[in-house]
């Protein structure tokens, strides 16, 4: 079994900052790639940001520069710091892993349940 439990969303400003945090859990052989997509109301799910291991990050164009993605392997924890935050960020934050659960297994990809990160303009 495993679990991708989400923290750190709330209500903020425009311009304001928040940093989301996700934490790995279970029987994990290996975990190839890190990640958080988020959805807006009425939008269907899009990429926010991504870091494989052993990569480098990509961004979403619409958060280059504002978003910044890192990872902490040792606490299979991903975190995802937002500065400048626009109403138009508003959406449910999702975390993504990319893993193995042994050895033999295909990556698959697992999903947390969601944080809800609102800008107020």
């Known amino acids: 079994q495993v679990q991708l439990v989400e923290s750190g969303g709330g209500l903020v400003e425009a311009g304001g900052s928040l940093r989301l945090s996700c934490v790995t859990s279970?029987?994990?052989?290996?975990?190839?790639?890190m990640g958080w997509y988020r959805q807006a109301p009425g939008k269907q799910r899009e990429l926010v940001a991504f870091?494989?291991?052993?990569?480098?990050?990509n961004y979403a164009d619409s958060v280059k520069g504002r978003f910044t993605i890192s990872r902490d392997n040792a606490k299979n924890t991903v975190n995802l710091q937002m500065n400048g935050l626009k109403p138009e960020d508003t959406a449910v934050y999702y975390c993504?892993?990319?893993?193995?659960?042994?050895?033999?297994?295909?990556?698959?990809?697992?999903w947390g349940k969601g944080t809800l990160v609102t800008v107020s303009s």
């Open positions: 870091i494989p291991s052993g990569g480098a990050p």
């Open positions: 279970g029987s994990i052989f290996s975990i190839n790639g």
């Open positions: 993504n892993a990319l893993l193995q659960m042994r050895s033999n297994d295909p990556s698959r990809v697992y």
